[in-house]
């Protein structure tokens, strides 16, 4: 059959091959459809009735906790449940070890600074006392010196 004719073809019938399962692993697992009875002539109301069939089926919608018990924990096997409430345990454990790591790092913080607020203070004092021995020294070389007429 020429690509570019201007002649209409004669529908062809595609004879159907036999069904043959395929395994196809995607993204989100393995899928196996069966083919439609009318598979030689597709029309758009077979594509839309497979939509509609899809939208109103509720089971193909279900969210991946619901599909494996997870909306509740009334119908879960107990060690599920007791391996879920360890796991939200420690979580809440974690949470508690990260605020009270969070509030050491902070007095660390805290004592660091008053420690160098006391070294930058007694740095001033030293050099205070040093200027007033100095003064000191000063104030006594002239008060020896008085008294010189009382011999």
Known sequence: MPLFSSRKPEEEVIPEPAPVPEKKHG???SRHRSPSPSSTV???TTTNSRVSDASSNPSRHRSVLSRFG???SGDMDPSIVQARERVMGAE???READRALEAARVQVR???AEVKRLELEAAEEARRAKIKQYHAREVSKRGK???RHDL
């Open 42 to 44: 597709r029309s758009s």
């Open 70 to 72: 997870g909306g509740g």
């Open 92 to 94: 809440t454990a974690e």
């Open 110 to 112: 805290e004592a660091r």
């Open 27 to 29: 993204l989100f697992g």
């Open 145 to 147: 010196q008085l008294g």
